[in-house]
């Protein structure tokens, strides 16, 4: 009887590994798509957009393509804590997670791949290093958010779309933003 006991139970704890087993991929994509990531990243900003300081965030979205899927579409905004509606930067991208490692492929072609490695992932902290093709290591550190001023960026982008005939439109004083079709930005991250 001990016997068949054992039997049995090792073939139900093979058999609940086996269907209840989802890829560590998987896992990561599932964990990224549950909130908005909000925080800092260091030296993005001298990088990117030739701006310095503590004041500026980062806040990303991610949304799954569907059930069990490792990759999907997103956004990310970055903004002046100190005036986030003038001077912004929103767009779109794919991600995909595949041997542990994330990649983000930007709508604005103007932007490198991202790849973020060597990171830390849990329901509340996404930390580590991201890979923008600048040689240099771009540390980050999100939380995870209930972020809440997507619809904000979003109509500025269609409305700003819509109005502009042009989609290179250069910023003005009467329209402070860029927008080249696929990404839109305003204040000092349009200069």
Avoid at 25 to 37: K, N, P, R, S
Avoid at 65 to 71: L, P
Avoid at 135 to 154: A, L, T
Wanted: negative net charge; charged residues 25%; hydrophobic residues 30%.
């Amino acid at each position: 009887m001990k016997k068949i006991f054992t039997y049995m139970l090792f073939a139900a704890l093979s058999a609940c590994t086996l269907t209840s087993c989802e890829s560590d991929d998987q896992y990561e994509a599932d964990l990224l798509t549950t909130g908005d990531w909000q925080g800092y990243l260091g030296t993005y900003y001298s990088d990117r957009w030739g701006l310095t300081g503590t004041t500026y965030e980062t806040v990303m979205h991610f949304k799954s393509s569907g059930v069990g899927a490792t990759s999907g579409r997103g956004y990310e905004v970055d903004y002046d804590t100190r005036s986030p509606y003038y001077d912004y930067f929103y767009c779109g991208f794919q991600w995909s997670v595949v041997n542990g490692r994330i990649t983000i492929i930007y709508d604005d072609s103007q932007w490198s791949p991202v790849y973020i490695y060597d990171y830390h992932l849990s329901a509340r902290n996404f930390y580590g290093y991201m890979d923008d093709g600048s040689r240099r290591d771009i540390k980050f550190d999100f939380v995870n958010v209930n972020f809440g001023n997507w619809s904000r960026y979003e109509n500025e982008y269609r409305y700003s779309r819509t109005r502009s005939a042009d989609a290179t439109e250069e910023a003005t004083e009467e329209t402070p933003y860029k927008n080249n079709g696929k990404s839109i930005c305003s204040g000092a991250f349009a200069r």
